[in-house]
């Protein structure tokens, strides 16, 4: 690349924690980004992505200690750090971040203030770096506001984080990023847990942005056909240290490191469905290839009986939007609108749909945590729609969730020990005396050690957590789980490992699955049947095979045209 053409050119990088015996995240790492071109920076949890962008943004915390340098030219001024002759000082970094880099952080909820109105926080971006009036910022807010896509740009400017979904939040991040027209862009996740329709239009936005002013971007994912989709070179990291670095097209369709070509194989897909996925570890044994999917994968039987397990007849669950004086309701939203399906014994149903189609409103209902409007739900004789506040205590011992979140879902304050045994006991699953050997096998039917029992969340990975919460779902030994999201966020080769612990436990205990996901390829691989939901209604439903392969539906159609 032509040196002309350089934005971004890191040399060295290095990143250690602590002292004595300091730790190295990041181990001596370069690339470089061209003007109008993308370089995906991917790799595992851990690995050292997002460090790498703080660092280039001068945000790594206190503890962290960064060697190496990095060079950012913005037309005809050249950036250096560190800059021996001319240090740059914390203000000096502070008119950089911003103006010459902008970041889209991965979480924009944590990213925005929640006590001020998204406006206000975008013009005040605006502001800080534009010697403009107020009055002049805040049109450029809201012409902002239009240019990422977000409807009635004057209303939404007045409209604070919680009042709007996920992905409109990340085009508020992205329009804070952009507003100032940066010579570099750092998006750090910026689609995860995003839908597919969402994801497309929010890549779009980003490419059409950086084309327009000709910025260089830096994009971090775990996601590589993502990363195929968007970039023009990738850089590959394992635990720190650059496993692979080189063009788009030849990296991802002709990898040389183990670890590159372990990534790919982690990704569910149709051709493995039924077949047990690879993890890392297959692959890095001694930089060789140990798996062999003519001698190791074993198939999954599909354990379904055809007998109902479930079954839902009409069900609504609707909330009210007005109300009189008296309370009584005068309109309402219809999350959940005329839902009829079957779950059979040993099945797994997908549930596939944007964000705010009813997924998770219709799987709460199950659990009855939402009061249901009208409907049946029959689930062992009985109607859960119909049932008493007192019985349903008894019917969780038989349905049981897995969180999307494992970082929320777990109580930071207690040991992994109490979170399983306290259903043990509530419920009285075993005999008090058994109650320890039984929170023992629950953590090695997902592959934990026992002396997990005495420590904290906080102090394991997000897919051990994944696995922990899956460990207290199956407490009380349910014949029905519900997965709501519970891989969404979660790494290609973490994903992989949570997805064969989940056929396995299927097949060790005839359990039956309700996942729900926007991943299709995910759905799509684990799943029997499938149900598409739009709107609070079930647009289309049958064979995984073919709902996924040879949609009818139009909205259907447009989930799978917007896989990457």
């Not at 003519?294 to 198939?299: D, G, L, S, V």
């Not at 354990?303 to 669950?317: A, E, F, I, M």
């Not at 004086?325 to 219809?334: D, M, P, Q, R």
């Amino acid at each position: 690349m032509p040196e002309d053409n350089i934005i971004l050119k890191v040399e060295g990088l290095q990143i250690t924690f602590g002292g004595k015996g300091a730790f190295t995240a990041v181990n001596n790492i370069s690339f470089s980004v061209g003007k109008g071109k993308t370089l995906a920076v991917v790799g595992e949890s851990g690995s050292g992505k997002s460090l790498t962008a703080l660092a280039l943004m001068g945000l790594l915390p206190e503890t962290a200690t960064a060697a190496g340098s990095w060079q950012l030219t913005v037309g005809n001024v050249r950036f250096t750090m560190p800059n021996k002759n001319s240090r740059l000082t914390t203000h000096d970094l502070q008119l950089i971040r911003g103006k010459d880099i902008g970041m889209v952080f991965q979480e924009p909820m944590s990213s925005l203030n929640p006590v001020m109105s998204v406006g206000r926080q975008l013009k005040e971006a605006i502001l800080v770096h534009q010697d403009i009036p107020d009055t002049q910022g805040k049109r450029l807010a809201i012409d902002w506001l239009g240019k990422v896509h977000l409807p009635d740009p004057e209303q939404m400017y007045g409209r604070y984080p919680h009042q709007l979904s996920g992905g409109q939040k990340q085009r508020v991040m992205i329009a804070m990023a952009m507003c100032n027209h940066p010579a570099l862009l750092i998006a750090d996740e910026p689609t995860t847990a995003l839908d597919v329709t969402v994801q497309q239009e929010i890549i779009r936005l980003m490419i059409y942005l950086q084309q327009e002013h000709g910025s260089a971007m830096l994009f971090i994912t775990h996601d590589l056909a993502l990363a195929a989709t968007i970039a023009d070179e990738v850089l590959v990291l394992y635990k720190g240290e650059m496993a692979e670095y080189g063009k788009t097209s030849q990296v991802l369709t002709n990898p040389q490191h183990p670890y590159t070509k372990a990534l790919i194989a982690c990704k569910p897909s149709p051709d493995k469905k039924g077949h047990r996925l690879p993890v890392v570890a297959d692959y890095m044994d001694e930089g060789k290839k140990t798996y062999d999917p003519a001698k190791e994968i074993t198939q999954l039987k599909n354990t379904t009986s055809g007998q109902p397990l479930l079954t839902v007849n009409n069900l609504r669950v609707w909330f009210a939007q007005k109300k009189n004086l008296l309370g009584e309701a005068l309109s309402y939203v219809k999350a959940v609108n005329d839902v009829s399906f079957t779950i059979n014994k040993g099945e797994v149903l997908g549930l596939v749909g944007e964000s705010g189609c009813g997924k998770s409103t219709l799987s709460r209902s199950l659990m009855g945590l939402i009061p249901v409007h009208d409907g049946e739900i029959l689930f062992n004789g009985a109607d859960l729609a119909k049932i008493a506040v007192r019985d349903w205590r008894q019917v969780r011992t038989h349905i049981q969730m897995i969180f999307q979140d494992p970082y929320s879902s777990l109580n930071p304050r207690m040991t992994i020990g109490d979170m399983l045994r306290d259903p043990l006991m509530v419920h009285r699953i075993v005999p008090e005396n058994e109650i320890e050997k039984e929170s023992k096998r629950l953590l090695g039917l997902v592959q934990l050690p026992a002396d997990a029992l005495h420590r904290y969340p906080h102090q394991f990975s997000g897919g051990q957590r994944q696995r922990i919460g899956i460990a207290r779902a199956l407490t009380l030994r349910p014949q029905l789980l519900i997965c709501d999201e519970s891989v969404s966020a979660l790494d290609v080769s973490i994903q992989a490992q949570i997805l064969n612990l989940l056929k396995d436990l299927q097949k060790e205990f005839q359990l039956t699955y309700l996942f729900i996901s926007h991943d299709l390829s995910v759905v799509h691989y684990i799943s029997d049947r499938v149900m598409v939901m739009h709107e609070g209604r079930i647009v289309e439903s049958g064979d995984a095979e073919q709902v996924l392969k040879k949609p009818k539906d139009e909205y259907t159609r447009r989930l799978v045209a917007a896989m990457p």
